[in-house]
């Protein structure tokens, strides 16, 4: 359903309508289910949704992710299978994310630029049996790192920013060569956007689409992530604090879009969701560009645990959390609840 937001309000919500009390009867319009829908601002579709899986050595396998209730690793075999049903119920893109055998970890993360690493490999696979499904991956380094950060570091153990960048391109150089459709750089990096799209483009690949992890905060949401790809026990302790983003700024988020938007960025993220809304509305309000929300892990084991203990409607609470997403002016969103989101959605029509 399209949005029309302030179709009917005014910008800032005040009341200079000059309308009041008893000619006007807000609840008039809710009075029954065929009005509400009527007058509904936004709504959830299934052509919003992008599927984030994890994928892992081996064949045969699906291993749940303890952390998130309902969520999988795949190997290569049965993500095709699971990717069938996505698009069976019309998803438009999934986004890869692999769990790393800790004999392949290195402190360079060296497997990232290799070309027929388990991301690579997966993308061909997917690309032959489901080559209408959009693949988006992501470029950074803590899957392939012993030490779990996104970047390398110097002897000093600081992330050393443009010598990540380098590697950080050829990860998408080789992603992009397997078949990968969006190129999702989430390292934080400065400067990156620009190194990835002058590579791609100087080898051909001026229609892969980058989606750049914009304004990614430094989250504790992202601990069950954490586990799913194998990335808790080599980051331990250690921060992400000097490329993440403060969860206090909000102006410094701006600046971050500003500048990926000018290096090329087709799309831009906003990460995590729920607690960082009020980034989106900023960021659409300001650039208008395609904006996405990323719903990640801890946002989903919030919800699907306090479901599983009966303390709310999972379902509810999910169908209301993207929407809350759309509402807030994100085009997509990033979301382990897509399959059931989805068939949620159509079920309802
Ligand atoms: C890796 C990456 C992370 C997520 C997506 N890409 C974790 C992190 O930065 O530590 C988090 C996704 C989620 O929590 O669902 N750079």
Redesign the pocket.
Known sequence: MPSDNNKQYSQDGSNSTGRSFPSTRMRRNRTTEWSRRLVKENNISIDDLIW?LFICEGSNKIEPVLAMPGVFRYSIDTVVDAIDEAKNLGIPAIAL?PHVESSLKDSMGKNAVFEKNLVCNAIKEIKIKHPEIGIQC?V????YTTH?H?GILDTDGNIQNDATVDILCQQALVQAEAGCDII?P???MDGRVGAIRKVLDAHNHSRVQIMS?AA?YN?G??????E??G?SST?GGSS?ATY?MDPGNSDEALLEVALDIAEGADMIMI??GLPYLDIIRRVKDKFGVPTFA???????SMIKAAGLNGWLSAERCMIESLISFKRAGANGI?T?FAIEAAKLIKNSH
Do not use: N, T
């Open positions: 984030p994310f992501d950074a380094l803590d899957p779990g996104d999702s989430s390292d934080m992890y990614k989250s949401f992202y601990g069950p992530f954490r799913a790809i990335s980051l992400k993440q990460k995590p990323y719903q990640v892990s801890g946002e989903y990033l382990y």
